[in-house]
């Protein structure tokens, strides 16, 4: 073995100094310029005259740390050692001293803006990862009619303090955020940390356990990836139980998305804390199963269920007005529609919406109001001064299931995971018998063990598959000959981004639209978004399109303020109970029907509930919805013009 070299030892015991930090660099730095004023004082002694060898090695730091000295000295060999040593000072001294420190203070501020120091906060509110779902999310809870703010009031937060965990801070999420106005004027609140819901020490440092809800929102699994979402969601879970557990202390309340149903218990074993999980799948689905039964929903979905601007469902409390009945309440709220209420039985709530008008409201009611803003489903503690007609709702009165349900032929162009879970679901509609035709790239016997794998239910469906790519020219000709009912583009989640997947679908349905362009009798066209931002390419096609990832996200944040809305919801989507129908004018007597508050009188007498008008034609902005119109105005009805009603089916056998 042949021996090291000095030289050779002396790099590597330098080098293993300067990869410890920048203190042991400046101390290797400190250490050269000792060496070197030794090295200069002893050269410099012998003409010091009287100076020790002490003065004369600070003679030699003085040059070397700075040149101003270098005009004093006298003789030629003092002037050389002293022009070398002012030479090695602006190496050594100033340019390895300002390069570490740079090198350092530049690290520092990268560090800074990772977001990598803990949070020292306490009553927030944390969003666990970035996904397509983290911008609307945010959106909902900064809103001034949402629920989160009122979330924070009652646990005595005076101010609304955001923390999202991204696995890597970048100025990229910065400007995401700083480009919608509502956030860009509140950034001051919303704190950026990096890090991952599979790391303890990640949620630590959003300090999750001093938060007042946790929301966990699911994202696009890319093709291939064995870390799925609702994976990373039961991790999180399980880590926070046991932090909890460690400190002594309740885990906090947690608002979680999960992609597949079917985790739901697993979930909910994983954590004893108080815990609302959101099935995005089984969501998504109803929501186009019920808009396939009844067209024309997805622009009422868009409006209840989103930020926008319009109408939301608000669960509000009956402390002012226990003893009253729903239609006393409604006669106070003229710009407010009673839907039903939520009672307490036992350890859960009773939906029960549609409720006969003299149901009186008990001890730990709720009300479910549709409103424009929050403070108008406010149930008055006195007598108002502008009063409604009461409404006389009777008790009991069922609905007849749709008789003209029969046969509906479906076109899904496209493939992802939630095709299974939307063939689960139509399999539901037990009076409706349903054919599907199923385009996509994906292999047809992989598809077909996929729906077989998910339920029997959903392999029931008739469903053909075609191996072919929608977008290639020429690949629909034959299919657009035959008739379907309803055609559906299903945003894709084998792509690396939503931007991708919804470009293909936005093009999709531009061929749709252009090989049925001749056709008298044109069939439901609905299209799936999986990126919000794409949402204003559509917007004059909004009545026919679905952007679940705001949809989720409206959700999750109304459920973090009250957990009963998603019962009501999911009451309200499932086949069988209290539905929300589009109905022909015929449907009621309609003779003495001229203002909106006529209307609700006339449907509630039948046992419904007015929520508005679909109209034939659309207006400006593409929408012919009209949800909760003002009660004293004309509503002027027009010939193919649909009442919006909320009625009450018999549950399925």
């Not at 969003?127 to 646990?155: F, H, S, Y």
């Not at 978004?529 to 026919?544: C, I, M, T, Y």
């Amino acid at each position: 073995m042949l021996p090291f070299s000095f030289i050779d030892r002396l790099r590597y015991l330098v080098e293993r100094q300067f990869v410890k930090g920048a203190h042991y660099q400046l101390l290797v730095v400190a250490a050269f310029i000792a060496l070197i004023s030794l090295l200069g004082g002893w050269l410099a002694w012998p003409t010091g005259g009287d100076d020790s060898l002490a003065d004369s090695v600070w003679w030699a730091f003085l040059r070397l740390t700075d040149p101003g000295y270098l005009g004093d000295d006298q003789g030629t060999w003092r002037r050389i050692v002293s022009t070398v040593l002012t030479l090695s000072g602006y190496v050594v001294f100033l340019g390895a001293l300002v390069a570490i420190m740079t090198r350092w203070l530049i690290a520092m501020m990268v560090k800074l803006e990772q977001g990598l120091t803990p949070v020292t906060v306490s009553g927030h509110i944390v969003i666990l990862g970035w996904t397509n779902r983290t911008i609307p999310l945010v959106q909902e809870i900064l809103d001034v009619n949402g629920g989160i703010q009122r979330l924070l009031k009652a646990r005595l937060t005076k101010r609304l303090r955001l923390v999202i965990l991204a696995e890597e801070v970048t100025a990229e999420h910065v400007h995401e955020l700083r480009a919608v106005p509502l956030i860009r004027r509140h950034m001051s609140n919303i704190i950026l940390r990096s890090g991952t819901a599979l790391q303890p020490e990640d949620l630590d440092r959003a300090a999750c356990l001093q938060a007042a809800v946790v929301l966990i929102p699911g994202r696009t699994q890319s093709a291939g990836s064995l870390v799925s979402s609702d994976v990373e969601a039961i991790k999180a879970l399980l880590t926070l139980q046991a932090q909890a557990h460690r400190h002594g202390i309740t885990p906090p309340y947690v608002v979680a998305e999960v992609d597949d149903s079917r985790k739901l218990a697993v979930m909910q074993r994983a954590y004893s804390g108080p815990l609302e999980v959101l099935a995005s799948d089984a969501l998504v689905s109803r929501l186009f199963a019920q808009s396939i039964v009844h067209p024309g929903l997805p622009e009422l979905f868009g409006e209840v269920m989103t930020v926008h601007e319009g109408n939301e469902f608000y669960i509000r409390s009956t402390d002012n007005c226990i003893g009253q009945t729903l239609a006393d309440i409604g006669s106070r709220t003229p710009q407010a529609i009673v839907c039903g209420l939520m009672r307490p039985t036992g350890g859960g709530w009773r939906t029960w919406l549609n409720a006969p008008s003299d149901e009186v409201i008990r001890n730990g009611d709720k009300l479910v109001m549709l409103a424009r803003a929050y403070e108008h489903a406010e149930p008055p503690k006195q007598q108002s001064e502008v009063q409604v007609r009461a409404l006389q709702r009777p008790s009991g009165a069922l609905r007849h299931r749709n008789a003209a349900g029969g046969l509906r032929r479906l076109l899904v162009l496209g493939w992802n995971r939630r095709v299974p879970a939307l063939l689960n679901e139509l399999a539901s509609y037990t009076d409706y018998r349903f054919e599907v035709h199923n385009v996509a790239v994906v292999k047809a016997e992989d598809r077909q063990a996929m729906v077989a794998s998910y339920s029997a239910a959903a392999s029931g469906i008739e469903c053909h598959y075609t191996d072919a790519d929608y977008m290639v020219e020429g690949a629909l000709g034959d299919l657009m000959e035959e008739r379907f009912d309803s055609i559906i583009l299903v945003s894709s989640d084998r792509l690396d981004s939503g931007e991708e997947a919804d470009a293909r679908a936005m093009v999709g349905y531009l061929i749709v639209d252009e090989l049925l362009r001749e056709r008298a009798s044109r069939p439901q066209i609905l299209l799936e978004l999986s990126d919000p931002a794409n949402e204003s390419l559509v917007v004059r096609k909004r009545g026919e399109t679905i952007v679940s990832p705001m949809i989720l996200s409206h959700l999750m944040a109304q459920i973090a303020q009250r957990r009963e809305l998603g019962l009501m919801f999911e009451e309200l989507l499932t086949t069988g109970g209290p539905e929300l129908v589009f109905h022909d004018q015929q449907r009621y007597p309609m003779q003495s029907v001229t203002t909106f508050a006529d209307l609700e009188a006339v449907v509630a007498l039948q046992g419904d509930t007015a929520l508005g008008v679909y109209r034939v034609r659309a207006d400006e902005e593409g929408k012919r919805l009209q949800l909760n119109p003002q009660r004293d105005k004309p509503l002027r009805l027009s010939e193919g013009d649909q009442l919006v009603v909320l009625t009450t089916l018999p549950e399925i056998a």
